[in-house]
């Protein structure tokens, strides 16, 4: 089985086996955005549990 690329340069996998994730909507067409939303958005997020199991099957080997 191979690994997903794509999946892999935008998931990592946590110690307790959830996968963190970036957020979107911070790259462009800042200016109408606060400052407590940008640095909101440049938080690390989670996988949703429904979609956990979709990542895993992406990413075998992590």
């Keep these: 089985m191979k690994t997903n690329r794509a999946a892999a340069k935008r998931f990592r996998r946590t110690g307790s086996g959830k996968f963190k ?25 989670y996988v949703s549990k429904s979609d956990q199991k979709r990542v895993e099957r992406l990413l075998p080997y992590n």
Excluded: N
């Design 21 to 45: 994730r970036s957020k979107s909507h911070a790259r462009h067409i800042l200016t109408k955005k606060s400052q407590k939303r940008m640095s909101d958005l440049h938080r690390y997020a």
